[in-house]
């Protein structure tokens, strides 16, 4: 049951990622305001769910893993503080800033700013998807074992 809370919690966590980081890179590419707004919005609500994903795979990974040792698991954990704190420090920060430039709430005419906190979104956000691959691949390993 745990085991499977874990994947499931797990694959939630990814695919907001993934679907972030598409539909980020997508803006960059179509320039279309309404889209951009639409995009920020999606991003800024489903950081929510992606959050309480993240931390369900952590907690259910330690639990699951309590009693295990080697290689695999040790660079699971060690993985999970940098996938946190980008988040907390990195990408939560500028889904909101970003969400509130949307609104036109901040940063009104300062487009070369914005354009480098998109960039440092899209670097910062492929770093946690690489990451969170990583655990995935080592996960389905440990299962097989
Ligand atoms: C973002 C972080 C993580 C992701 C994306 C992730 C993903 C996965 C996936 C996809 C599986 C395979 C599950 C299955 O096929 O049933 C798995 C298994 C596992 N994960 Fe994680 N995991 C993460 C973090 C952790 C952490 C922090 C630990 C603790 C060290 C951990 C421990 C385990 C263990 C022990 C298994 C094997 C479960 C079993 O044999 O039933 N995971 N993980």
Not at 51 to 80: C, D, H, L, Y
Request: net charge positive; hydrophobic share 55%.
């Amino acid at each position: 049951m745990i085991s499977k809370v874990h994947k499931t919690a797990a694959i939630v966590a990814f695919l907001c990622l993934v679907s972030f980081w598409t539909l980020s890179l997508i803006t960059e590419i179509n320039a279309d305001k309404a889209f951009f707004g639409f995009v920020r919005t999606y991003i800024f609500y489903t950081m929510f769910v992606m959050i309480a994903a993240i931390i369900i795979t952590a907690v259910t990974g330690f639990k699951i893993a309590k009693k295990m040792r080697g290689p695999i698991i040790e660079n699971k954990k060690k993985r999970m503080p940098f996938i946190g704190l980008n988040g907390a420090i990195v990408l939560l920060p500028l889904a909101i800033i970003l969400f509130m430039y949307s609104n036109e709430t901040i940063l009104k005419g300062q487009e070369g700013m914005v354009d480098t906190l998109r960039l440092i979104e899209l670097i910062f956000g492929a770093i946690n998807i690489i990451l969170i691959s990583l655990n995935i691949k080592d996960g389905l390993k440990l299962k097989r074992k």
